[in-house]
């Protein structure tokens, strides 16, 4: 599909990034025609993508590198959030909701993700880290700049 | 009460009034409940918890809320689990409606009990 924007984001594995990377994310979305609630949805999305490399695959370390690339293509938004953590052993079992063991927290990370994409795409490998990948696309058609 | 979160410059992300009526914590959350102030809402609720053993139930108002995650919901369930250990319940109030599909979609209203105003949540919960 034909490429009309990409950006690239890095930063470190601290929480209070989540806010940023969706907000940053929401806002790079916001080129396509997507409705209020569709941005609503991406953001909380990529807001669990996040969360999951700095918890589950840095361990909550917060000098780690994750990554959120985002691109355009055509009508469809393609998100990106890579970490190199510790990765995922058994991708299917983490998929299923409610996976988590920590009392504290619902298992939901992945639901949600695959709610709110129409595709999702997790490689991992085992100590080598997990990159996720979602897309969607924009049932409406992005509005021309005025006056062309 | 205000919290804030990082270091050197902060970031003002969240804001919690709790207070005790009877045998019921009010708990007035706003701002936006995701990794960075899951800790710190879960902390301050459990504060509040330990320091009133009296306290059976809880009204969670989060009218202020524009945004949670899985991370605020680990939250809501955490505490949930803590009352209902003693019979309690835990009551939610004045959910926006993008904050109110997440908890929908989550299960929590399942076992929680949403209620249309505080009045009448604090009023259930007697």
Redesign the interface.
Known sequence: MELVNRMKLEFLSLPSNVAFARVAAGAFASQLDFTLNDLEEIKVAVSEAVTNAIIHGYGSRPDKTVTLTAEIRKDTLVLVVEDLGKGIEDVEKALQPASSTDPERMGLGFSFMQSFSDSLVVDSRPGAGTRVTMTRTCSREANPPAGL | MLFT??KGDV?L?MDLHAEVKGATLLARVAG?I???VADTL?SALDRELDGNAGIRHIVINLYGVN?I???G???L??RY?RISRNGGSVFIVGAQP?VRR?IE??GLLRIMQECSSEADALNRAG
């Open positions: 979160s990082g970031y992300i936006e995701d990794l960075a879960r945004y995650d899985s991370s919901l680990g939250v369930l955490g689990k993008q997440i979609m989550s």
